[in-house]
Nanobody, 112 residues
Framework: QVQLVESGGGLVQPGGSLRLSCAASGSIFSMDWYRQAPGKERELVAR???????YYAESVKGRFTISRANGKNTVYLQMNSLKDEDTAVYYC?????????WGQGTQVTVSS
């Protein structure tokens, strides 16, 4: 059974930084970060594959960086220059074979 646990969320001022972590119980091929703000659809923020390819949503490009630990059981989302529009619950998602696994989410609030 694959389980993912997010951490690192919290309250930060505009322009500040946070680093989110997602720890997986088992190796995952592709790891994604999603976010969902109130009244909005859940959106893909960033992705990193087992081969190291990355993808970023246009709204976060240049500000967010996704990375993977050497053991590939943990992924990080470094968030810099945060804006109030980044306020959302952030979820990690892992894909392994035919399975898709979601974490419980971590709240990120950007407010002055």
């Amino acid at each position: 059974q694959v389980q993912l646990v997010e951490s690192g969320g919290g309250l930060v001022q505009p322009g500040g930084s946070l680093r989110l972590s997602c720890a997986a119980s088992g190796s995952i091929f592709s790891m994604d970060w999603y976010r969902q703000a109130p009244g909005k659809e859940r959106e893909l923020v960033a992705r990193i594959t087992g081969t190291g390819s990355t993808y970023y949503a246009e709204s976060v490009k240049g500000r967010f960086t996704i990375s993977r630990a050497n053991g590939k059981n943990t992924v990080y989302l470094q968030m810099n220059s945060l804006k109030d529009e980044d306020t959302a619950v952030y979820y990690c998602n892992g894909v392994l074979g035919a399975g898709s696994y979601w974490g419980q989410g971590t709240q990120v609030t950007v407010s002055s």
